[in-house]
C-alpha cells in the first residue's frame, strides 16, 4: 500500500450552509479533513451531524458556502475541474434500490459514466465486464439484467460497479451496507475490501456504524454538528476516545455477548443545525462541561494519542481543569 | 408457571410458498425474547401472524394462546373472528412495528391520537383520559406538554417514543416491537433500549423483540430465537446462544460482525443468499450454504435441545469445537 504525501483530496475550513425561510442552517461548519491515497478513512456520527453533506461537498455534488477543496493539490472549481475530479472519485449511495435506473439494463448502467466521461474506444463492453466481475458479479449472468431482477447485494454491487469503470482512485461510500443484512453487508465489504488491497482503492467510508468503523478504517473523523470533533487512528479512536462526544458514542454501541450493562446513554438530542450552541457545541449535552466551554469553541488540539485530535477544552493545558483524565 | 403465550406448530403460506413453517415459541410473562434472522425469514410474518393481521392472501394455521395475568380462561387466538382479535389487539398485546415512528397521524395532535386508542377499549371519563395520556408520556420519557404537539414538530425518536407510549396506552401484557430501533442512531438507539428495558422493570411486560441486530438483542433479551428460512434454527438464553452457538447459521452470523476489540480482520461472509420459500433445498435449508454440510444434510434435521435450555436444528449439535469452515460451494455466489 503505497501511501504519498499528495492527499486524494483535501478539504480546508469547508462550510456548506443551507437557506430556508430566513434560517441559515450551517449542515457543514468549518471542516478541514485530508484523505490520503489508498486509506480508508471514515467519517462517523448520528444522522444530522453533516457526514453525507461533507461528501457531496467534497464531490462538489454541493457548492461549499467557504473554504476550498482540493484533489491531488489542485482546486476543485469549476466544471471543467470537477469533470476530472469525478474521473478520479466517484461515490456510492446508501440507498440501492433508488440509485440504479429501473428502466436501464445493468450493461448501460455499468457503461455510463465511460460515456458521460466523453471516454472513446471499443473496450467499452470489455471495461464493463471487468467492472462486474471486480464487484463478484459474472458478466454473462448479469449484464442484461433490469434492477428489478436483483437482490438488495446485487444491486449495490452494480452500483459499486459502474463506480469503478472509470478506474478511480478514490471512492465515496455513503452508508453502502447500513440497508443490508448482516451476511449481504458482510460480502459487500469484502469485495469494498478486496478492491483497495487490489488496486489501491482509497475509500471514505461515512457510517454511524462504530464497530464498523473500527474494524475497516484506517483513519477516523468523528463529526459533531457541522464539524469535527475528534480525528486519529481508527483503533485509537474507537478504543480510547479523547472527545467525550466519542466516548459517548461508543458507550452506545450494543455489543453481542457482552453481560448486560447499565449503561447512561447521552442525553438529549443533537440541537438543530440552524441553532448551534455557542462556545463547544458539544457542551449542553456534555457530562464533562467546565467553566470556558460554553464560551470558548476548541480547535482540533493535541491528545494524549499518537496523531489523535479532540476538539475539547479538557486537552487545552491552559484551560483545562487539572483532572484531566 | 404457564406462559403468558404459547404458539405452537405455527405455519403461514403464501400461495404455495411456506414463509413461516412450523415455529414453536413461548414467552413467559416479563420476559423479553428475541427473534432474530435476516430480511425474508419470517420473522416479521410470525408478529403479523399472532396479530391476525395478515393480508388475506396468506393463510396460516397452528395455535398460539394467550394468558393474560387478569384474565381467567386462556385465549386461544386461532379461533378468534375479527371482532374478537380487536379486543387483544392493544388490551392485551400490542405491536410497535418498523418505522412506525412514520404511521402516527399527520393531522392529529399526539395526545388526541393516544386518547383514541383509550377510548376504543374502555370507557374513560375524559379527566382520567387527560391524566393517563400525561402518565404515559411521562414513562416513555417526554414532557407531557408535547402531548400538545403533531407528529412533524417531533425527532425520530421522540416519536418513536409516542409509539411505544401508544403501545401501552391500554396497559397490554405483551408488547411485540419489530425492529423498533433501526432507523434510529446509536444515541438515540440506546436512549430507546433504555426504555424498553425500564418499562419491562416497571410494569412487569413481556417483550418480542424483532430484529436483525444481534447486539440491540444480546442487549435486551433473556432468550432468542433465530430464524432461518421461515424456521427457527436455534434457541436458548441469549448468553448461552452467542458465546456458544449451536447451529452454523448464528455461529456465521455472530462471526460476520466486528465487536470493538476483538479481531479486526472480518470473517469470510455467508456465501450466497436465504432460499426462495418457493424453492427451498431439501433436507436442512441452510445446506447449500453451510461450510460444514454432508450427506446427513439432505435429511431435515429437527429442534432438538443440543445443552441445557439451548435448541438447534443441525444434525451435527451440540458443536465444541467449530473446525475451520471450507467454504460452502455455491452456484453464483454474489447474494
Redesign the interface.
Known sequence: MSVTTAPLMEARDLAVNFRARRKVTRAVDGVSLEWRRGEILGVVG??GCGKSTLARALLGLLPPTAGSVTSGGAAVQGKPALRQLRRHVQMIFQDPYQTLNPRQRVATIVAEPLIVQGISGGDHEARVRRALDDV???PE?FLDRYPHQL????RQ?VAIAAALVLEPDGLICDEPVSML???????I??VL?ELRRQRDLALLFIT?D???A???CDRLAVMYLGRIVEQGPA?DV??RPQHPYTQ??????????????I?E??SG?LPDATSIPPGCRFHPRCPRRFEPCDRVDPPLLATPGKGQLAACLLHDPELAPDAVA | MSALLEISGLRVHHGDRPIVDGVDLSVQPGEALGLAG??GCGKTTTALALMKLLPATFTQSGTMTLRPPNVEEPINLERRTEAGMQQVRWRHVSLVFQGAMNSLDPVKRVDHQIAQAINLHERAAAGDVRARIGELLTTVGLTPALGRRYAHQL?G?QRQRVMIALALACRPSLVIADEPTTAL???????I??LLERLREQLGLALILIS?????L??TCDRIAVMYAGRIVETGPV?EV??APQHPYTK???D??????GP????????G?PPDPGDLPAGCRFRPRCPYAAEKCLEDPALREVRPAQAAACHFAPWVEWPPAQEAAVE????
Do not use: N
Open positions: 448520528e444522522s463478484g458479479l459474472e449472468r437482490s438488495g447485494g446485487q454491487r443484512d448482516v451476511s449481504v453487508r458482510a460480502q465489504l469484502q475490501i454511524h462504530l464497530s464498523l473500527w474494524s475497516l483503533v474507537i478504543e459517548a458514542l461508543v458507550a452506545a454501541v450494543p455489543v453481542p455477548s457482552e453481560q448486560a450493562r449503561r446513554p447521552l438530542e | 435476516e430480511s425527532s425518536g442512531d446509536v444515541v438515540m438507539q440506546a436512549q433500549l433504555e436483525h441486530d444481534l447486539g440491540v444480546s442487549e448468553r452467542f458465546s456465521r452470523l455472530l460476520s460482525l466486528p465487536v470493538i476489540g479486526r480482520t472480518l470473517a469470510p461472509p455467508i456465501p443468499g453464483g455466489a454474489a447474494g
